[in-house]
């Protein structure tokens, strides 16, 4: 079958889309902020109650069996971990991005669960809870809520006479901090923007939450058992602040919602070594090219025959090689301008063993037929000395004289 330069184009160019497609689901992969080496483990994370345990731990801990039934339902959390992200908004509501791992041990960096979201308000009272239950776990019976947690709840706020309602949401600077959203209605709902900002100006630096920082749902700190009841270890892992509360909360976050506020890491560029190499292999190519045209030159009318009619059984013209060795090129010179590292030395590597294999073929079959007679057939039969008399006798040429 006749390969057109038409079709071969078309050909190439759908690979090409296909595989820039397939570079943007990667880079996509790869600029989700999930669990990494950067992101350690914070050993603050999770925690339980000691023989106190607080009225709320256990309402919760004998009101767990009931939820037995669903479908992702966790008993346990002590192998887990959680990965708070980003705070975005999506659909009009201010939410916290996170991920759950089973595997806490791992610190984040394997294939999370899933991604999901939850409102501010009640992502901080977890978070908060979180930090009480662990500060209770030490020792520490004083602990105290930050005043701006009050912020969790739609508050009122008047503001020149004129009736507002506050409320933690995310702040409109970064999608790594929070702010004191402002309001015009008691459902903290519709917002006051002025000037394209609705963030008060509340200090809350007290309320720093964890994001981008791997934390595992259950610490366990060493305990006298004099301290503890029967049921301490097993409350220790069935109730986790954090991690039960947001998973009771949580909404599903689907891939736009993963899009969103999303920090895309610039591409790596080309360093001093790499344009180094760069160099050498284009130059290399452009060698070999120098090389190969200048010995098809000195190649013989019957060696160009041949040379066509292999071309012509397998589909090509020579028009063709030339079109898919310049496209070739115009392939290369995109990907590399893209600052795709892997495909542009994959493709620059096989273009250069591609022309460095021609190359060596015409040098050998130049070098054989220099000292051969090439037969009907295309085959080269090698002349010794001795065939070079007989085929002079048998061209006619006059024997020595015998004495």
């Given at each position: 079958m006749k390969i057109s330069t038409f079709h071969t184009i078309i050909f190439l160019s759908l690979l090409l889309c296909s595989l820039q497609i397939i570079h943007?689901?990667?880079?996509?992969?790869?600029?989700?902020?999930?669990?990494?080496?950067?992101?350690?483990?914070?050993?603050?994370?999770?925690?339980?109650?000691?023989?106190?345990?607080?009225?709320g731990?256990?309402?919760?801990?004998?009101?767990?069996?009931?939820n037995d039934e669903d479908d992702d339902y966790i008993k346990y959390w002590a192998e887990y971990a959680i990965l708070p992200?980003?705070?975005?908004?999506?659909?009009?509501?201010?939410?916290?991005?996170?991920?759950?791992?089973?595997?806490?041990?791992?610190?984040?960096?394997?294939?999370?669960?899933?991604?999901?979201?939850?409102?501010?308000?009640?992502?901080?009272d977890s978070y908060l809870d979180q930090v009480a239950s662990d500060a209770e776990?030490?020792?520490?019976?004083?602990?105290?809520?930050?005043?701006?947690?009050?912020?969790?709840?739609?508050?009122?706020?008047?503001?020149?006479?004129?009736?507002?309602?506050?409320?933690?949401?995310?702040?409109?600077?970064?999608?790594?901090?929070?702010?004191?959203?402002?309001?015009?209605?008691?459902?903290?709902?519709?917002?006051?923007?002025?000037?394209?900002?609705?963030?008060?100006?509340?200090?809350?630096?007290?309320?720093?939450?964890?994001?981008?920082?791997?934390?595992?749902?259950?610490?366990?700190?060493?305990?006298?058992?004099?301290?503890?009841?029967?049921?301490?270890?097993?409350?220790?892992?069935?109730?986790?602040?954090?991690?039960s509360q947001v998973w009771g909360y949580?909404?599903?976050?689907?891939?736009?919602?993963?899009?969103?506020?999303?920090?895309?890491?610039?591409?790596?560029?080309?360093?001093t070594s790499d344009k180094v190499l760069l160099f050498v292999l284009s130059f290399f190519g452009a060698g070999m090219v120098y090389a190969i045209l200048r010995k098809r030159q000195k190649m013989s009318n019957k060696d160009t025959l041949l040379e066509q009619a292999a071309m012509s059984a397998a589909g090509l013209q020579q028009t063709h090689v030339g079109g898919i060795f310049s496209l070739g090129l115009v392939i290369i010179t995109i990907f590399a301008s893209l600052r795709m590292k892997q495909i542009t030395w994959a493709m620059m590597l096989f273009l250069n063993l591609a022309l460095f294999s021609y190359l060596m073929k015409l040098t050998v079959d130049g070098g054989v037929e220099s000292d051969g007679i090439l037969n009907a057939d295309g085959t080269i039969t090698r002349i010794d000395s001795e065939d070079s008399s007989v085929g002079s006798q048998v061209s006619g040429a006059p024997l020595p004289a015998i004495s």
């Open positions: 943007v689901h990667a880079e996509d992969a790869a600029d989700d902020d999930g669990g990494g080496g950067d992101d350690a483990v914070d050993d603050g994370g999770g925690g339980g109650d000691d023989d106190g345990g607080g009225g731990n256990d309402g919760y801990y004998f009101l767990d069996d009931a992200k980003r705070c975005i908004v999506y659909n009009n509501v201010d939410v916290i991005v996170f991920a759950i791992f089973e595997h806490g041990y791992k610190q984040c960096t394997d294939q999370p669960m899933g991604h999901y979201t939850v409102t501010v308000p009640n992502f901080v776990d030490q020792g520490y019976d004083d602990y105290a809520a930050p005043e701006v947690a009050a912020y969790s709840e739609c508050t009122g706020l008047v503001i020149n006479n004129d009736q507002f309602y506050t409320q933690l949401g995310c702040s409109d600077d970064s999608t790594q901090s929070l702010a004191v959203n402002i309001y015009s209605d008691n459902t903290c709902e519709t917002r006051s923007i002025v000037d394209g900002y609705d963030d008060a100006n509340v200090d809350l630096s007290e309320l720093q939450l964890p994001f981008k920082q791997c934390k595992l749902c259950v610490v366990w700190i060493d305990k006298n058992d004099d301290e503890i009841d029967d049921l301490f270890y097993e409350k220790r892992r069935r109730y986790a602040p954090l991690c949580k909404d599903t976050c689907d891939r736009k919602c993963q899009k969103i506020g999303m920090e895309r890491r610039q591409k790596e560029g080309w360093n």
